[in-house]
């Protein structure tokens, strides 16, 4: 991917590892060696990719990790999006979720007018069974195993998600009870 409008190309190499991988946080060279052990025989131009990587003076190693919590909101701070229930890149719906969660959280509030932890409590019981759909769908993707493939050859069928095969309904309920008068009027 590029960035900016400059010469310089970005690449992002992952790997699944559903128990977690032990490494050493300060110690680049064994972080680029455990990635470049991990897509050995890749194919394509994974090589290529793993040559560069190997010299380059930039390179950031991390987990994506998904938290579940129990509440969303302490007092009149509310998460909404990734910062209360990330889902993954594993299902690209991260930011699908978020925009459902924020309509959800701003319609609740609306309809609870007087009553914030009451439109809270709303929006968390509205929300609540379809994150978690969301983020189980994450975790089985990410507990596949990685599939490399041979030089020249695509991925092999099923290794690559097909993200709007993994997109989920989410059932809006009416937030202004069809006659448009349920929602509170502005002052």
Excluded: C
């Amino acid at each position: 991917m590029g960035l900016r409008r400059d010469v310089h190309a970005r690449t992002y190499l992952g790997f699944n590892a559903p128990k977690g991988i032990d490494h050493d946080f300060r110690d680049i060279d064994a972080q680029k060696r455990l990635l470049a052990d991990r897509v050995a025989g890749a194919g394509w131009v994974i090589p290529q990719i793993v040559e560069h990587m190997l010299r380059a003076t930039d390179f950031h190693f991390y987990s994506l990790s998904q938290v579940r919590m129990s509440s969303w909101s302490r007092g009149r701070i509310v998460l909404v999006g990734d910062a209360g229930y990330a889902v993954s890149l594993g299902t690209g719906q991260a930011t699908s979720v978020a925009m459902v969660g924020a309509y959800v959280l701003a319609s609740e509030l609306a309809m609870h007018e007087d009553d914030l932890v009451g439109g809270i409590a709303a929006y968390e019981d509205a929300l609540r069974a379809y994150v978690i759909r969301n983020q189980d769908i994450a975790l089985d993707q990410n507990a596949k195993p990685d599939e490399p493939t041979d030089e020249g050859q695509t991925a092999p069928v099923g290794s690559i998600p097909d993200f709007g095969a993994l997109t989920l309904p989410f059932d809006f309920k009416s937030y202004d009870g069809g006659a448009g008068d349920a929602l509170p009027k502005r002052r």
